[in-house]
């Protein structure tokens, strides 16, 4: 028995030992990654581990509310405070689509476009950069894009990953979508937050969680009603701005979800400051002027994929011809699924995240 209990005792002070070893060898990666190589190291690292689920509570144990505040406050987007003109795109869908079964009738159904090969009207291209690697979409008919999401919302109950969302409409393709109840990491994407509008239908339009200062006392009125946000309206046109959900009716959206911030508005990319954000796992929309959508998913949180910045978006979809872009949900909750395959998985150490929203691309036979 003496032996039995010795052997429990050793083990349990092997395990105690290790996690300390463990607690302050983190600190100690912490205090360096913060206050070691360089300020813009610091500003990358500090962004990236605040812009995920669990990472502002290791930033804290080291760094001041105050300190943390400002290290944000100078590595940001400078959001908008207007929304799209959606005159500025001049949607060609019709003509691209006639023109696409011509040339295929011409050359006897063969390869009409080089970068879509297979006809059913999306581009794929592989997207990298110094630090990420991911993909873009391009869709050519806005139409058959459309925000997928779950039957019922609940808080306690569960959503559906983008690949059950993608089947329950009979989608070919789609991302993750809109902001959802997601506290420290461990939500399971039953309630959204923010606007889903889907199919005309106004799904939701719960308030986001009233802001707080540094110390956690509530700012102003409350509950937030208006949202960052992008739908495509009657007209298949992308629009983006921030706003409720009695503006969105008056902009006639067809489909929508909150979450942001804009990355391009009317043609005109937002401006960031410092390194413009972390390196993190992300997802974005956007529309070209000739009404074609762009969907775009980076890794994260790699080796191979350390992620993308906000900043970096904005790059990406401006090299993609973008006159309105959108930053979507990041981090674990970036997927992206075609023709049945998950082409970019940020999954690692669990299941993909439930979500309750998707922006999912119907099959060609659904158009209209």
Not at 155 to 161: D, K
Request: net charge negative; hydrophobic share 40%.
């Amino acid at each position: 028995m003496k032996t039995f209990l010795k052997i429990i005792g050793g083990f349990f002070l092997y395990l105690i030992t290790t996690i300390l070893v463990v607690l302050v060898g983190f600190y100690g990666f912490l205090k360096l990654a913060i206050y070691g190589p360089s300020e813009q190291f610091r500003n990358l690292f500090v962004s990236s581990m605040m812009e995920s689920s669990a990472g502002p509570i290791a930033i804290h144990t080291v760094l001041s509310d105050e300190e943390i505040n400002q290290i944000m406050a100078n590595n940001q987007i400078i959001e908008f405070d207007y929304i799209t003109d959606a005159s500025l795109v001049n949607i060609m869908r019709d003509e691209a689509i006639a023109a696409n079964n011509a040339a295929q009738e011409a050359n006897n159904q063969a390869m009409s476009n080089e970068l879509d090969p297979d006809g059913d009207g999306i581009e794929i291209h592989e997207i990298s950069g110094p630090t990420y690697h991911g993909q873009m979409l391009v869709v050519y008919d806005p139409s058959r894009v459309i925000c997928a999401t779950i039957p019922t919302y609940t808080h306690s109950g569960a959503g559906m990953t983008v690949e059950q969302l993608i089947n329950r409409y009979g989608a070919v393709a789609g991302i993750n979508g809109g902001q959802y109840e997601d506290e420290s990491g461990t939500g399971i994407g039953g309630w959204p937050l923010g606007l889903v509008i889907s199919q005309g239908v106004l799904c939701h339009d719960g308030p986001l969680p009233a802001e707080t200062d540094e110390n956690g006392y509530q700012i102003g009125d409350g509950v937030i009603t208006s949202y960052p946000t992008v739908g495509f309206n009657q007209d298949d046109v992308l629009i983006v701005g921030t706003f409720g959900a009695g503006y969105a009716e008056g902009l006639g959206l067809r489909d929508a979800c909150s979450f942001g911030p804009a990355l391009i508005v009317n043609g005109v990319s937002a401006g960031y400051s410092g390194v413009g954000g972390g390196l993190n796992p992300r997802t974005a929309i956007g529309q070209r002027a000739d009404g074609a959508v762009l969907m775009l998913c980076i890794e994260g949180r790699r080796t191979t994929s350390m992620g993308a910045s906000m900043a970096d978006l904005i790059s990406i979809m401006e090299e993609y011809g973008a006159v309105n872009a959108f930053n979507l949900d990041g981090g674990m909750s970036s997927s992206m699924w075609y023709n049945g395959e998950e082409v970019v998985s940020n999954a690692q150490l669990r299941q993909s995240r439930a979500l309750p929203t998707a922006w999912v691309v119907l099959p060609l036979e659904q158009e209209g």
